[in-house]
C-alpha cells in the first residue's frame, strides 16, 4: 500500500525557514517524479514543486522560487521542502504527491502537514 | 501564472448528470493530452479521478468520465450520486517556462 506522511508543518513568524519532510513507503520511491502541492485555508490547489526521480531536475512556481528548494533522499525514501523567507500568504495545508505513470497526474497524495506563517 | 477556468459551483439530483468544464490555453490544456481530475471531500486529500484526459485509474467508477475539446476538458459525472458531493480540480501540464503543473480554480459539486 502506497503511504505519503508529511511533516514539519508549525506556525513561524514571517521571515523564518522551515524544513518539510514526506516519508513515502509502499513503492519503489526512485522510479518516480514527486511533488509538492498547497491548499491555502477555504482555497485551491496550488502546485509548488517537483523534483524527477534522481533529483537533477526541479521546477518551482513563481511564487515561491528563489525561496523554496525541493529535495529528496532516495536512500531514505524521503522528500523535502526547505522553505526560506517565509510570508504570510505561503500559510497552507502542504501535500506531497507522487506522479503517476503519466506527466503531471498525482495518483497518491499525503495527508498534508500545516504551515501558518504568522507574527 | 493563471490558474485554468473552472464554474466556481454546479449541481444536479441524484441519478441526473453533470459535467464540469476545465478552460485553459494552447499552452496547456489545448496543446497536450496531460489533463487530470482530482476530488476532493471537506478535510481529505485530492483523489486522482482521471488522468491523460480521459482515463481512469484503477478503481474508479465508470460513472466518471473526461473528455477534451480545443482549450477545453471536461469531467462527465453520470448518475450522481450522493458521496460525489465534493470539490473537484482540473490539471494540465503546461510548458510555462517556470510552472510544470497548473490547475483550475475548483468546482463545489453539490447534489440536491
Known amino acids: 500500500e502506497v503511504q505519503l506522511v508529511e511533516s514539519g508543518g508549525v506556525v513561524v513568524q514571517p521571515g523564518g525557514s522551515l524544513r518539510l519532510s514526506c516519508a513515502a513507503s509502499?513503492?519503489?520511491?526512485?522510479?518516480?517524479?514527486m511533488h509538492w502541492v498547497r491548499q491555502a485555508p477555504g482555497k485551491g490547489l496550488e502546485w509548488v514543486s517537483l523534483?524527477?526521480?534522481?533529483?537533477?531536475?526541479?521546477y518551482y512556481a513563481d511564487s515561491v522560487k528563489g525561496r523554496f528548494t525541493i529535495s529528496r533522499d532516495n536512500s531514505k525514501n524521503s522528500l523535502y521542502l526547505q522553505m526560506n523567507s517565509l510570508r504570510t500568504e505561503d500559510t497552507a495545508l502542504y501535500y506531497c504527491?507522487?506522479?503517476?505513470?503519466?506527466?503531471?497526474?498525482?495518483?497518491?497524495w499525503g495527508q498534508g502537514t500545516l504551515v501558518t506563517v504568522s507574527s | 501564472q493563471s490558474a485554468l477556468t473552472q464554474p466556481a459551483s454546479v449541481s444536479g439530483s441524484p441519478g441526473q448528470s453533470i459535467t464540469i468544464s476545465c478552460t485553459g490555453t494552447?499552452?496547456?490544456?489545448?496543446?497536450?493530452?496531460?489533463v487530470s481530475w482530482y476530488q476532493q471531500h471537506p478535510g481529505k486529500a485530492p483523489k486522482l479521478m482521471i488522468y491523460d484526459v480521459s482515463n481512469r485509474p484503477s478503481g474508479v467508477s465508470n460513472r466518471f468520465s473526461g473528455s477534451k475539446s480545443g482549450n477545453t476538458a471536461s469531467l462527465t459525472i453520470s448518475g450522481l450520486q450522493a458521496e460525489d458531493e465534493a470539490d473537484y480540480y482540473c490539471s494540465s501540464y503546461t510548458s510555462s517556462s517556470t510552472l510544470h503543473v497548473v490547475f483550475g480554480g475548483g468546482t463545489k459539486l453539490t447534489v440536491l
Open positions: 523534483i524527477s526521480w534522481d533529483g537533477g531536475s526541479t
Open positions: 504527491a507522487k506522479e503517476g505513470s503519466s506527466w503531471s497526474s498525482l495518483d497518491y
Open positions: 494552447s499552452s496547456d490544456v489545448g496543446g497536450y493530452n496531460y
Open positions: 509502499g513503492f519503489t520511491f526512485d522510479d518516480y517524479t
